[in-house]
């Protein structure tokens, strides 16, 4: 009983929704990105390279000849699928790209959200004339060194 009580205990906690959610989106994103790279990109560079698809690139390691990947497969040849690791690989670049691009995003907004938080800290605080410490503005008294400030301009 006790392993069902944690079990729910762990699977109720938002961090295992956080992940699903991450999971369901990374599907996504993947089926996008996949797209991209095998239905745009990968066509135009085949086209510069005389009409190349890049995933019927192989080399062949039996004795017969195959006029492709696929008629070498079904024949149960040993191959060396480069075109496919070449889509998986320009795959990647794209992907960590993207995520490069998505978290430099990220950063930046959160660093301009934390410049807004501090400058609003900073409106609604004064320093002490004498310990220098942070202090509501309205304060007539330090709570650090406890001095009066009615009768001092501020610093």
């Known amino acids: ?9 762990f699977i109720s906690k938002g961090n ?3 992940l ?10 993947n ?6 790279v095998e239905d745009i990109l990968m066509p135009p560079i085949g086209m510069a390279l005389n009409g190349v698809d890049f995933s019927d690139l192989y ?17 149960g040849a040993a191959t060396i699928n480069y075109g496919i690791f070449l889509n998986n690989v320009l ?11 998505v978290v430099k995003v990220y950063t930046r907004l959160s660093e301009l959200r934390q410049h807004e938080e501090q400058a609003e800290q900073k409106a609604e605080t004064k320093k002490c004339p004498y310990c220098l410490s942070s202090i509501p503005i309205p304060a007539t008294r ?9 009768k001092v301009e501020e610093a």
């Not at 009983?1 to 205990?9: L, P, Q, S």
């Not at 699903?20 to 994103?29: I, R, S, Y």
């Not at 795959?91 to 691009?101: D, G, K, P, Q, T």
Request: glycine fraction near 4%; charged fraction near 15%.
């Open 1 to 9: 009983m006790k392993f069902i009580t944690e079990f729910k205990k």
């Open 16 to 18: 295992i929704i956080d």
């Open 20 to 29: 699903a959610v991450g999971v369901a989106l990374g599907t996504a994103f």
């Open 31 to 36: 089926k996008i990105v996949t797209s991209l």
């Open 59 to 75: 080399i062949n390691l039996s004795s017969q000849s195959y006029s492709s990947l696929d008629e070498a497969k079904r024949a």
């Open 91 to 101: 795959h990647f670049l794209i992907v960590a790209l993207s995520l490069f691009v």
């Open 142 to 150: 330090c709570p650090s060194c406890t001095s009066h400030l009615e």
